[in-house]
């Protein structure tokens, strides 16, 4: 029997933004209401196998409800700008997934929903109506039933006629009647004022409609009589504006949203563009394009490959010196317990395959050698990771000199998918079976026949010989040369020498830490408990809601369709009006430390060496900035006092030496006052003035004296917000103000700060013109969406060609200071080492002779790095351990 299942887009993605964390791609765009929906989405199709789907969009904000009622949803706010441009990403999205949507003007989701969903009914079919508002309770029928989502959007609650009888004692199309005695606030529909569902739902179960309530008022007393006969008609009005209209005139048919499943060569690179990792694994996707209609696929050409043994190695030892290209395959993603499968040898005329064991044998001497000699240049793809993996089995590499992944992220640094397979087909070259297609995936991964192996090596190596003259032609034309050869390859090095390294972290002490904070947990436990007078699950939404807004009465600050909301902003508010709110925060914030950082670091101390080895990565974010993983020591939260203790269990590896922590002041914002030239910003820093406070006094037009902490704060949130595009929306969030307060501030702040807002407006112009903006060290940032007709993505775009230039040259400023600082620390022959780059930070470890010479030597340094017109500024701690380096 056809299955069809109709979803109301808008509710979706609403609740969908509401319920799930911030999340953004590297392109910088907001992601999390389309992750929730597609999760929600994917679920619905594992669950209920339709045989159709549609998603539903209202179409503008003007239906014919307005024609009656002008106030017809006129209460609702501006929708917040990160939740606006993830629509055309959806519908985009769902295009890929081969879903139907439907919208037209004049009318709501709801509207083209019940129309269909009545045909559909007539005709015999069942339906699934999927939305986050009861108001479509209406619609259920024998064939008809709503999903109602649940906890955001990750579950939904059944209804058919029976469970709606069940939960008001109500037909489906009393419904209607319900919103016109109670109303409903979110679409600013009146109903009678003071009746609530309570009320409603008991005169309905007396006298079944509105029209009959109204009718007889003479059986009614008091001033619930004098409420319903003053605003009769509110209520017929009201329950006329609930009632979805089911005659819409459509233009679409349900043969035209025949579903007939996920298909990979369409769902994988949409998924993919969006970066959607998880659910590519969860559908066992590669991001890969399909065939275009009529193409036929081609078979990978084989390359001619010699498989080393014992016998012939010599030959691939003559041949040393016309190396060209070395190629390192590993398997796990962690390189620095990564197991190496193989090893290719490239020159322009032939291809040698070494299994690795036989690179561990004396006879292999000359090739270890080889590996092991700066002055012999070596390229390939990933060398960082190539490097990381032969050191942690014994074999020393050096001589690094072009890496065809960090040339295609500097090329392109907002496309996700750079593996040499994906590059083949960017350069039209051969193509190179997919990873999975030749190992298999996740438990099913296995190392193929020596045949299979070493061909698909020899075709990787081979790819990557041939890619490098054409991005070395590109780097030139993008004048990213120097960029390139004199930053990022020479960091390479900089940062694989650095995990190497790792830092000394002194287990039995972050065992105890442990200990101290699952002392600190049972203790809040008991507080709490004790407090509500009763035990209950303290990670239960719906246990706290019940303990905090019916047994202790606090006021409601937000809800959800399960019921309270109890997500952290709603305790930050409350915590004035309860002191449980505050523990109950304190508990999250403990318990997210004990599993994150203390359970977490404890998994990641190697057992060879006592300490950590994080792994940096240079070709994720497209500001350039790094990032890092096993573990991600740029997260550890130091806000909070129990977060910085953290720190105290990174301690020297050598008895007597302290760490040394140097972080640069505001780098963004030096980067933003030399870059626009702002007078003020200018003078503020030339003049070493608190920023903030000198923010503070110009837009509040006060004495530096008269700047309260109130005011500092909201000069700090605009300040740095000013750098990352902060909309009225995310600025009212940061300050827990009115978005009309939070504009006016972002007014005031542009008003006095107009160089600010003048290279706001000149970057924009600029990279309408070229397509691209550039940091000072002229990395690029590609903005094809800059002169889109879409209103949200081409704003996305221009915040963007704000923000890049500022942070992706202070990325370089911090990367600059590190070349220059191991430069340093050779040069004057120092045992000093660098061991951590945390955001504009970098933490080294310092033998006692030594710290007078790192404390004015590392600041000198990190000021030198990039001369600008205000002065960099590194401010230096020292100490035992992290902690107290900072």
């Known amino acids: 029997m056809d299955k069809l299942i109709l979803i109301d887009g808008n509710s979706i993605i609403y609740r969908a933004f509401f319920a799930m964390p911030p999340l953004t791609n590297t392109k910088g765009l907001h992601t999390n209401a389309v992750y929730g929906f597609t999760n929600m989405l994917l679920r619905l199709i594992e669950d209920y196998k339709p045989t159709h789907m549609m998603v539903a969009f209202d179409a503008g904000k003007i239906t014919f409800r307005h024609e009656g009622y002008q106030e017809y949803k006129g209460g609702r706010e501006k929708t917040p700008r990160e939740l606006s441009e993830q629509f055309p990403l959806l519908k985009e999205l769902l295009q890929g997934l081969g879903i139907a949507q439907y919208e037209l003007s004049g009318y709501e989701a709801d509207d083209i929903i019940g129309t269909i969903a009545k045909e559909a009914d007539q005709a015999g079919r069942q339906v699934l109506v999927v939305s986050g508002d009861k108001d479509m309770f209406q619609l259920a029928s024998e064939h008809v039933q709503i999903g109602l989502t649940r906890k955001g959007v990750t579950e939904i609650e059944i209804y058919a006629p029976e469970q709606i009888q069940e939960r008001y004692g109500l037909e489906p199309h009393q419904i209607i009647d319900l919103k016109g005695l109670m109303g409903d606030a979110s679409d600013n529909i009146p109903g009678i004022p003071g009746v609530g569902e309570k009320t409603a739902l008991k005169l309905l179960h007396q006298y079944g409609s509105v029209e009959e309530v109204l009718a007889n008022t003479h059986e009614l007393k008091g001033k619930m009589k004098e409420k319903i006969e003053t605003h009769a008609d509110d209520a017929i009005m009201s329950k006329k504006l609930a009632t979805i209209y089911r005659e819409v005139q459509l233009d679409k048919s349900l043969d035209e949203m025949i579903f007939n499943g996920l298909v990979q060569e369409t769902a994988g690179p949409a998924l993919a563009k969006l970066e959607f990792k998880s659910l590519l694994e969860r559908l066992s996707f590669s991001g890969e394009a399909g065939l275009e209609e009529g193409e036929v696929a081609q078979p990978a050409l084989n390359v001619e490959v010699t498989v080393t043994d014992k016998e012939n190695m010599d030959e691939l030892i003559e041949r040393l010196p016309n190396i060209k290209v070395l190629h390192v395959e590993t398997y796990g993603d962690n390189p620095h317990r990564a197991e190496i499968i193989g090893v290719v040898f490239s020159s322009e005329d032939r291809h040698d395959y070494v299994p690795f064991d036989l690179l561990l044998t004396d006879q292999a001497a000359p090739i270890l050698n080889w590996l092991q000699d700066p002055s012999i240049p070596k390229r390939g793809y990933d060398l960082h990771r190539m490097d990381l993996a032969l050191h942690w089995h014994g074999i020393a590499f050096a001589g690094v000199i072009f890496d065809v992944q960090l040339a295609a992220y500097l090329l392109d640094p907002t496309e996700?998918?750079?593996?040499?397979?994906?590059?083949?087909?960017?350069?039209?070259?051969?193509?190179?079976?997919?990873?999975?297609?030749?190992?298999?995936?996740?438990?099913?991964?296995?190392?193929?026949?020596?045949?299979?192996?070493?061909?698909?090596?020899?075709?990787?190596?081979?790819?990557?010989?041939?890619?490098?003259?054409?991005?070395?032609?590109?780097?030139?034309?993008?004048?990213?040369?120097?960029?390139?050869?004199?930053?990022?390859?020479?960091?390479?090095?900089?940062?694989?020498?650095?995990?190497?390294?790792?830092?000394?972290?002194?287990?039995?002490?972050?065992?105890?830490?442990?200990?101290?904070?699952?002392?600190?947990?049972?203790?809040?436990?008991?507080?709490?408990?004790?407090?509500?007078?009763?035990?209950?699950?303290?990670?239960?939404?719906?246990?706290?809601?019940?303990?905090?807004?019916?047994?202790?009465?606090?006021?409601?600050?937000?809800?959800?369709?399960?019921?309270?909301?109890?997500?952290?902003?709603?305790?930050?508010?409350?915590?004035?009006?309860?002191?449980?709110?505050?523990?109950?925060?304190?508990?999250?914030?403990?318990?997210?430390?004990?599993?994150?950082?203390?359970?977490?670091?404890?998994?990641?101390?190697?057992?060879?060496?006592?300490?950590?080895?994080?792994?940096?990565?240079?070709?994720?974010?497209?500001?350039?900035?790094?990032?890092?993983?096993?573990?991600?020591?740029?997260?550890?939260?130091?806000?909070?006092?129990?977060?910085?203790?953290?720190?105290?269990?990174?301690?020297?590896?050598?008895?007597?030496?302290?760490?040394?922590?140097?972080?640069?002041?505001?780098?963004?914002?030096?980067?933003?006052?030399?870059?626009s030239q702002d007078k003020g910003l200018i003078e503020a820093f030339t003049h070493d003035m608190d920023i903030h406070t000198k923010t503070a006094m110009d837009v509040f037009g006060v004495k530096a004296e008269d700047v309260d902490s109130n005011m500092r704060r909201a000069a700090k949130a605009v300040n740095f917000g000013i750098v990352y595009g902060i909309s009225d929306y995310g600025l009212s969030q940061n300050l827990n103000i009115t978005r009309k307060e939070a504009a006016k501030f972002i007014e005031q702040y542009f008003e006095v700060f107009q160089g600010v807002q003048q290279y706001m407006v000149d970057i924009v112009k600029e990279a309408k013109e070229n397509g691209y903006v550039t940091t000072l060290l002229e990395r690029r940032r590609y903005l094809p969406e800059i002169n889109a007709s879409n209103f949200n993505l081409r704003s996305f775009a221009e915040r963007t060609a704000m923000n890049t230039p500022i942070q992706g040259t202070a990325a370089d400023i911090i990367k600059l200071a590190m070349i220059h600082m191991e430069q340093a620390l050779s040069d004057k022959k120092l045992k000093s080492r660098m061991l951590l780059q945390v955001h504009d930070e970098l933490v080294f470890e310092v033998p006692e002779d030594e710290l007078e010479i790192m404390k004015s030597l590392v600041p000198e340094i990190m000021g030198k790095a990039l001369p600008l017109d205000v002065p960099l500024k590194a401010e230096v701690s020292y100490g035992g351990n992290w902690y107290e380096a900072k």
């Not at 002194?506 to 200990?515: A, Y």
Request: glycine share 4%.
């Open 416 to 675: 996700s998918n750079q593996t040499v397979s994906a590059l083949a087909s960017k350069y039209g070259l051969d193509s190179i079976a997919i990873e999975e297609d030749v190992f298999g995936k996740g438990a099913k991964y296995k190392i193929p026949d020596v045949e299979i192996l070493s061909n698909h090596l020899a075709r990787k190596s081979a790819t990557v010989l041939s890619i490098i003259p054409k991005q070395e032609k590109e780097l030139d034309e993008t004048k990213m040369k120097s960029l390139f050869h004199d930053l990022e390859m020479p960091l390479s090095r900089i940062l694989a020498d650095m995990e190497k390294q790792g830092i000394e972290v002194h287990m039995s002490d972050l065992q105890e830490l442990g200990k101290e904070f699952e002392a600190q947990i049972h203790r809040l436990e008991e507080e709490i408990y004790s407090i509500a007078d009763t035990k209950f699950n303290l990670n239960s939404p719906k246990q706290l809601g019940e303990i905090l807004f019916v047994k202790l009465g606090l006021p409601v600050v937000k809800k959800t369709k399960t019921g309270f909301s109890t997500d952290a902003e709603v305790l930050e508010k409350l915590a004035p009006y309860h002191d449980i709110v505050q523990l109950i925060l304190q508990y999250r914030t403990i318990a997210k430390l004990q599993s994150t950082y203390v359970e977490g670091l404890l998994k990641e101390i190697s057992p060879k060496t006592g300490k950590v080895h994080t792994y940096y990565r240079q070709t994720v974010a497209a500001t350039g900035r790094l990032s890092s993983q096993f573990p991600n020591l740029q997260n550890i939260p130091i806000r909070l006092e129990e977060g910085r203790k953290i720190r105290k269990v990174f301690v020297p590896s050598e008895p007597g030496w302290s760490i040394l922590a140097a972080d640069y002041s505001q780098v963004e914002l030096r980067v933003l006052a030399h870059i």
